[in-house]
């Protein structure tokens, strides 16, 4: 069963922009927390952007001013819209959603994406 949805991912010059979509299935409820994060080949996963209902919306110091989360907890949807690419973002990002629904097949709160690959490159 696919808990996250991901779309927007492809290939795209430095420069050029791409948006993430990620919708999340309905039977998770009480979402409190809905962004992205990404991992490039030989680092660890890194938070991209994540909108948390209390403290508001929170981005890796990488990716201010160029990528702009929004979304709507309410309707289980983010997007990640990314401007001004460089070759630096590429990566597998990630949806992530924390909610009060527990997750039988991890034990947990925390719903994962499969992922989607965004390849910055001349």
């Known amino acids: 069963q696919v808990n996250l949805v991901e779309s927007g991912g492809g290939l795209v010059q430095p420069g050029g922009s791409l948006r993430l979509s990620c919708t999340a299935s309905?039977?998770?409820?009480?979402?409190?927390?809905m962004g992205w994060y990404r991992q490039a080949p030989g680092k660890q996963r890194e938070l991209v952007a994540t909108?948390?209902?209390?403290?508001?919306?929170r981005y890796a110091d990488s990716v201010k001013g160029r990528f702009t989360l929004s979304g709507d907890m309410a309707k289980n949807v983010v997007y990640l819209q990314m401007n001004r690419l460089k070759p630096e973002d590429t990566a597998v990002y990630y949806c992530?959603?924390?909610?009060?629904?527990?997750?039988?097949?991890?034990?947990?709160?925390?719903?994962w994406g499969q992922g989607t690959q965004v390849t910055v490159s001349s």
């Open positions: 309905s039977l998770i409820f009480g979402i409190t927390t």
């Open positions: 992530y959603v924390y909610s009060m629904a527990l997750d039988p097949s991890s034990g947990n709160y925390d719903y």
């Open positions: 909108l948390n209902t209390d403290i508001g919306t």
